[in-house]
C-alpha cells in the first residue's frame, strides 16, 4: 500500500514524543511483525506515525475504531476518544504553527475516515475532509506539491466519497496530476487512463466482453470487476498466498478509484451520456451504484456491522437509480439479464429495509417476463457477470426464492379474482 521501506523492517522504531509504554510496544509488534509479512512496503506509514504525535494518535484512533465496529460494539471504547482527542490537539497545534508536514495531513486524514464511520449520516461535505481539502490547498501554495505514496493512499482510503458517490476531491493526488477546474472529456480520459496503467502486469486486458448497457468505460471497469471476483473465488479455494492476497488488496483499492473516477467523469461532462445508445443511457447511474455496491457487500465482504458506513448509502444510491426509471426505460431500455443481476444484488444489500418488499416485486415481474421459473436457469444469467460463488450464492438464493413465493401470491390473487366472477359465484 505504502511507498517500500525494508530497512525499517529490520529495526524497532523508538518514538520521539512521549507515550504510554503499551501504545508503543503494539504498533511496533504490528510493524516489525504483521506489516513486513504480508504488507512489507506499509513500514514507511508507521515509522512516520512513530515520528509525528498527531499521525501516531490518528493511526490508533483508526485501529481502535473499526476494531469495535467488527466486533459490534455498540459504544465504543474510551481509547477511541481519548486517540480522537490527541489527534485533534496535535493537529490543531501543527495547523496553528503552519507546520504542514506529512504527519499533519495523514492525521487530518484518519480523523476523516473515523468521522466517516462513526457518523454515518453525514454528507462528504464533512468538517475533518474540508480540512483537509484545504491543508492541500495551503501545502500547495508553499510550493509543496510531492506526496509520499502512503500518503497518498492514505489520503485516497479515507477520504473518498465512496457512500455518496460525489466529486472525488483527492483526484488529482491519486492520478498524480493536476486537474482543471472544469476539465474536458479529453482530459478526463488521460486522468483515467493514468489510473488504468496502475494495474499490474497480472492483470492484463485480454478478451473484454461489452454487456449491453454498457459503453467503452463501464465495459473496461467490469472487466475488472469480474477479473477480481475470479482472484477471489481462487483465493478461497487454496492455501494463504501472500502473493495473490496482495494482488486482491491492491486491485481492490485501484478498482474503487476507477469506478468513483467514472462517476465523476460522467457528473461532470454530459458528452459522455449523450452519444450513447438507450440502453447506456439508462444503465450508467445504475451500473455505478451496483457496482460500488458489489464491490463492498461481495468482494470486499464488508462485515455486517460494518455495512451502515457504506454500503447501505451505495445501496440507497442504487435503489434511487432504479426508482427515477420510467417504465419503458426499465422494462425495454434496461437490458433484462442486467437486471436481473441488478435486482440481485440490490435485493440482498436491503435486507431489513422496507424497500426490499419493492424489489421483490420488480424480480417477480421480471421473472414472468424472462420465463425464469427456476433458480438453475437464473445463476447460468448471473454467471455471465461477476460471481463469486461461495459469497454471492447463498444471500441471492435466499432472494431469489422470496421472490418465488411473490409469484405464487399473485397467481393465487388472480385465480381468486376469476372465481369471483365465475357462473357458479353470481
Given amino acids: ?40 512496503s506499509e513500514t514507511a506509514w508507521f515509522a512516520q506515525a512513530m515520528t509525528e504525535p498527531a499521525f501516531f494518535h490518528g493511526t490508533l484512533l483508526v485501529g481502535v475504531t473499526f476494531k469495535a465496529l467488527l466486533q459490534k460494539e455498540t459504544v465504543f471504547p474510551p481509547e477511541c476518544f481519548y486517540h480522537y482527542s490527541e489527534a485533534l490537539k496535535y493537529t490543531r497545534a501543527n495547523v496553528e504553527n503552519a507546520e504542514l508536514q506529512e504527519g499533519t495531513i495523514a492525521a487530518v486524514a484518519c480523523l476523516a475516515a473515523f468521522e466517516t464511520a462513526v457518523n454515518f449520516n453525514a454528507t462528504s461535505e464533512s468538517v475533518h475532509i474540508d480540512g483537509l481539502e484545504r491543508v492541500m490547498s495551503v501545502r500547495k501554495t508553499h510550493q509543496q506539491l510531492e506526496l509520499s505514496a502512503y500518503l497518498q493512499k492514505l489520503i485516497s482510503c479515507g477520504a473518498e466519497p465512496v457512500a455518496n458517490m460525489t466529486r472525488p476531491r483527492f483526484l488529482a493526488v491519486q492520478a498524480h496530476k493536476t486537474i482543471p477546474a472544469n476539465p474536458t472529456l479529453e482530459q478526463e480520459k488521460e486522468i483515467i487512463t493514468q489510473l488504468d496503467s496502475e494495474w499490474g502486469p497480472e492483470f492484463m ?58 462517476v465523476w467523469s460522467l457528473s461532470s461532462n454530459n458528452r459522455r451520456q449523450r452519444s450513447e445508445t438507450k440502453a447506456v443511457k439508462a444503465c450508467t447511474r445504475t451500473w455505478h451504484s451496483t457496482v460500488l455496491t458489489y464491490i463492498h457487500m461481495f468482494l ?21 437509480s432504479l426508482k427515477i426509471l420510467t417504465p419503458t426505460e426499465l422494462w425495454f431500455d434496461f437490458p433484462p439479464n442486467f437486471l436481473l443481476w441488478v435486482l440481485v444484488i440490490a435485493g440482498v444489500a436491503a435486507e431489513g429495509h422496507p424497500d426490499r418488499k419493492w424489489l421483490l416485486h420488480l ?17 447460468l444469467i448471473l454467471k455471465e457477470y461477476a460471481w463469486v460463488d461461495h459469497l454471492c450464492t447463498e444471500p441471492c438464493k435466499g432472494f431469489f426464492e422470496e421472490s418465488t413465493v411473490s409469484i405464487e401470491e399473485n397467481e393465487g390473487q388472480r385465480e381468486d379474482a376469476v372465481d369471483g366472477c365465475s357462473p357458479s359465484s353470481l
Avoid: C
Wanted: charged share 25%.
Fill in 300 to 320: 470486499r465482504h464488508t462485515h455486517p456491522n460494518s455495512r451502515r458506513v457504506t454500503v447501505d448509502k451505495v445501496a440507497a444510491r442504487l435503489r434511487y
Fill in 205 to 262: 486486458y485480454d478478451t473484454i466482453t461489452t454487456f449491453e448497457g454498457m459503453d467503452a468505460l463501464t465495459a473496461k471497469l467490469f472487466h475488472r470487476v469480474r477479473q477480481m471476483s475470479i482472484l477471489a473465488t481462487r483465493l478461497y479455494a487454496m492455501e494463504p498466498n501472500p502473493t495473490f492476497q496482495r494482488q486482491y488488496t491492491e486491485g481492490m483499492l485501484l478498482l474503487e478509484r476507477q469506478v468513483i473516477a467514472s
Fill in 363 to 379: 424480480l417477480s415481474q421480471l421473472r414472468e417476463r424472462q420465463e425464469l421459473e427456476t433458480w438453475d436457469k437464473a445463476l
Fill in 1 to 40: 500500500m505504502m511507498g517500500n521501506n525494508k530497512g525499517a523492517t529490520r529495526k524497532q522504531v523508538e518514538p520521539t514524543f512521549k507515550i504510554f509504554q503499551p501504545s508503543s510496544r503494539t504498533i511496533n509488534h504490528v510493524a516489525q511483525t504483521t506489516v513486513p509479512i504480508a504488507f512489507p
